[in-house]
Nanobody, 117 residues
Framework: QVQLVESGGGLVQPGGSLRLSCAAS????????MSWYRQAPGKQRELVAS???????TYQDSVKGRFTISRDDARTTVYLQMNTLRPEDTAVYYC???????????WGQGTQVTVSS
């Protein structure tokens, strides 16, 4: 059974930093793409960043140069380092795991990030 557990959200002032973590269990790292999504109130969920099994990364344009997605050597924990945070980054952040062989996707429960002075 796949389980994703996010942590690291919270309240931060504009310009501050946060690091989100997503601990995955039950996944097969050889066939898995890990991503971070976010959903702000009244808006659709949007892709923030992804990291492939080979380590290649992609980012939404609005976070390029500010956010960094990474993972541990075992490829079971994914991180999102968020720097120079803006009020518009306020959202619930979700971790997603997708098996590109079976096309099954799994979601974490979400962690709230609030950027406010």
């Amino acid at each position: 059974q796949v389980q994703l557990v996010e942590s690291g959200g919270g309240l931060v002032q504009p310009g501050g930093s946060l690091r989100l973590s997503c601990a995955a269990s039950g996944t097969n790292p050889r066939f898995t793409v890990m991503s971070w999504y976010r959903q702000a109130p009244g808006k659709q969920r949007e892709l923030v960043a992804s990291i492939s099994r080979t380590g290649s990364t992609t980012y939404q344009d609005s976070v390029k140069g500010r956010f960094t997605i990474s993972r541990d050597d075992a490829r079971t924990t994914v991180y999102l380092q968020m720097n120079t945070l803006r009020p518009e980054d306020t959202a619930v952040y979700y971790c997603q795991s997708m098996n590109f062989i079976t096309n099954q996707e799994y979601w974490g429960q979400g962690t709230q990030v609030t950027v406010s002075s």
